[in-house]
């Protein structure tokens, strides 16, 4: 099984969207993450880096510049999506990411908070 490290830079990025707003309250993560094309489309006119940030967990192993080295998606490369929030959450628990679960969990309470649920 993959190891995962909590990624700072998407942990950075989730925040700053939150605080500016730009994110779904609704969605079906399943529909709404970016597939394969939406990633290659992105990272033809995107850094490394920028791919980087939106993602919260960095799988042990895989070189920067690959894909297999971002894991834990959390938005559509516009929005944070709630709806992906919970399912980093989910995921990390069930495969016994801690790091990257109770990161998960307080940036859906830092979501739910600017959003006005409670």
Not at 57 to 72: I, S, W
Request: some cysteine; glycine content about 8%; hydrophobic content about 40%.
């Amino acid at each position: 099984m993959a190891t995962y490290d909590v990624n700072p830079a998407g942990v950075k990025k989730c925040k700053e969207l939150i605080a500016k707003k730009r994110y779904v309250l609704d969605s079906e993560w399943g529909d709404a993450a970016p597939d394969a094309d939406a990633e290659n489309a992105f990272l033809d006119k995107h850094s490394w880096d920028d791919y980087s940030g939106w993602h919260l967990g960095l799988t042990e192993g895989p070189g920067d510049e690959t894909k297999a080295r971002y894991a834990f998606g959390f938005g559509d490369f516009t929005k944070v999506h709630r709806s992906a929030l919970i399912a980093c959450v989910y995921r990390a628990a069930q495969w016994r990411h801690k790091k990257v679960e109770l990161a998960a969990y307080q940036l859906l309470q830092e979501f739910d908070k600017a959003a006005g649920i409670e």
